[in-house]
């Protein structure tokens, strides 16, 4: 992803929070794209900065293929010796972008140096969070009044 496709891209795009992203194979190395260009015949990688936290998405098949959970926080990290990428998840365990299956999806969370706007969507977030539970508290109320 990042190693790779600096010696290997013409362009880079840098991940942003509140980004969706994508694994995809290149030249026999996997890169995250945008989910737009998920499918096209010439994607841009996106790189993401040492230690940014993301959100990954896994599908039904890939949570009994990887024995995931359907969501899990991981921490990107660029290392140096020998020059990797890997995600490490929050029980301590490292997996190379490469051995991540193509199609996986994942949210960009928390950008270091950027954390004012990773702060920005998590308020919102919790905000909606917030409005779509009291909106559910309602809806059960009226429903139960209703059968009174």
Known sequence: MCWYSA????KILQAEAGQRLGIRE??????AVRESELYTPRPCPVCLIDRTTVLFRFSE????????????EAVFRMLKAPKR???QFSDGHEVSINALPADLMFD???V???EHLSAVL???????????EASGRKSWLE??????
């Open 7 to 10: 010696d290997h891209a013409d």
């Open 26 to 31: 290149v030249h026999g190395s996997n890169w």
């Open 61 to 72: 098949a890939q949570q009994l293929t990887l024995q995931a959970a359907p969501e899990a």
């Open 85 to 87: 990428d890997v995600f």
């Open 108 to 110: 960009v969370l928390v």
């Open 112 to 114: 270091p140096g950027r």
């Open 122 to 132: 998590k308020r919102d977030d919790t905000e909606t969070a917030v409005s779509e």
């Open 143 to 148: 429903r139960a009044s209703q059968l009174l």
